[in-house]
């Protein structure tokens, strides 16, 4: 009975974490807005039933039963989900680092036909995510079409390998998600500096530039030049959304 009693309580305890999250507007850290409400609804009805399944586990207690919960009864992995959970209660979410980036290395979009179209802002927004300049770079076949075209892009540092080659660029990089941060994909740009400072990893910038194609690493690229640079905080949602 008092393994069933346990499992009860734990879900109520990661229910309430979600509730939690969703009280202090940081469910942006771990999964895409439109799933907010889902998910805030999901977990009080979970808190709902599962207050129910103990109270109907204390009713249908045997009156003999005098058993008492003993430690040696809590297997370790109990112990390792409860720390955890207590560190999330106490320490507040952090989005997903920029050291995560090489491990999740954006895949090339490859388009059978190629379509040149310089992106505009969706409605009722002013600004073009990384990801729809990165969309439409890919895919267009046409060389230098997007040449001494303005661009302006918010995103955090990430001098990844091109440090170590000792190119005088920084990759301004977001992640993009279309459910949780579990299938993020990071989008990056490179930029070209121009002035003395040397932001480092997960510095939080907005970028105003024009677009040039260059040779870096042996390839064609396309490179912020002229760029402008203004350093802020991260973003209250720190994620790019799939198609915005």
């Known amino acids: 009975m008092y393994a069933n009693f ?3 309580i734990g879900g109520i305890i990661i229910c309430a974490y979600i509730l939690l999250l969703a009280w202090r507007d940081q469910l942006g850290f ?3 807005p439109r799933y907010h409400t889902f998910a805030v609804i999901i977990s009080v009805i979970g ?3 599962l207050l129910i399944d103990i109270m ?3 009713k249908n207690k045997p009156a003999k039963d005098k058993s008492r919960i003993s430690l040696k009864k809590i297997t370790p992995i109990s112990y390792f989900a409860i720390i955890i959970l207590s560190v999330g209660y106490i320490l507040p979410p952090k989005p997903l680092s920029p050291s995560s980036l090489a491990q999740k290395e954006s895949p090339v979009i490859i388009d ?8 505009q802002p969706k409605e009722n927004s002013s600004t073009i995510s990384i990801n729809r300049w990165k969309t439409a770079i890919n895919s267009c076949k046409e060389a230098a079409y997007f040449n001494g075209k303005d661009i302006t892009v918010t995103g955090f540092v ?6 170590n080659y ?5 990759n301004i990089a977001r992640y993009v998600i279309s459910c949780c941060t579990v299938d993020s994909v990071p989008m990056k740009i490179l930029v070209e500096k121009n002035f003395s400072t040397d932001y480092p990893d997960g510095t939080w910038l907005i970028v105003k530039g024009k677009l040039s194609q260059k040779i870096v690493n042996s390839q064609a690229e396309y490179v912020i030049t002229d760029a402008h640079i203004t350093k802020i905080s991260q973003p209250k949602y720190p994620y790019e959304l ?3």
């Open 6 to 8: 346990a499992k009860s």
């Open 30 to 32: 771990y999964i895409h």
């Open 47 to 49: 808190v709902i039933l």
């Open 56 to 58: 109907l586990q204390l």
């Open 112 to 119: 059978p036909e190629s379509r040149c179209e310089t992106p």
């Open 158 to 163: 990430s001098n990844d390998l091109l440090k």
């Open 166 to 170: 000792g190119y005088n660029y920084f």
């Open 242 to 244: 799939l198609g915005l």
